[in-house]
């Protein structure tokens, strides 16, 4: 499984319309047959700052993402409301397709 994870900082003008900016890219994506997910997230500390956490099925599909039109597209609409260049982190994780379970903590009965 490829795992990135990329912390967007959006101009304050765009802070309420981000979502719905990126919002074709994101269903785009989460069709694609070798993406296990594309979810995003709002922090509670800056509301100007996004993270997307993505992955996908193993490289050729990560190549495949990026070659798309929708990528293309993405990036084009997400230029004009960041504030700066996003951070990234991308990874390889073997033996992973997906989310699992954390051991560590579950719903009391």
Not at 9 to 25: A, H, I, K, M, S
Not at 34 to 44: I, K, P, Q
């Amino acid at each position: 499984m490829i795992f990135i994870a990329v912390r967007f900082t959006v101009r304050p003008e765009y802070r309420d319309q981000w979502l719905t900016l990126v919002d074709d890219f994101t269903r785009a994506t989460r069709a694609e047959p070798g993406n296990l997910f594309f979810d995003w997230s709002r922090s509670v500390d800056d509301p100007d700052r996004f993270v997307l956490l993505e992955a996908f099925a193993d490289a050729e599909a990560g190549a495949a993402h990026v070659a798309s039109d929708h990528f293309k597209a993405g990036l084009e609409a997400m230029a004009g409301a960041i504030a700066r260049t996003p951070e990234i982190i991308n990874v390889e994780v073997p033996g992973q397709s997906g989310w699992g379970a954390m051991a560590e903590l579950s719903p009391r009965h």
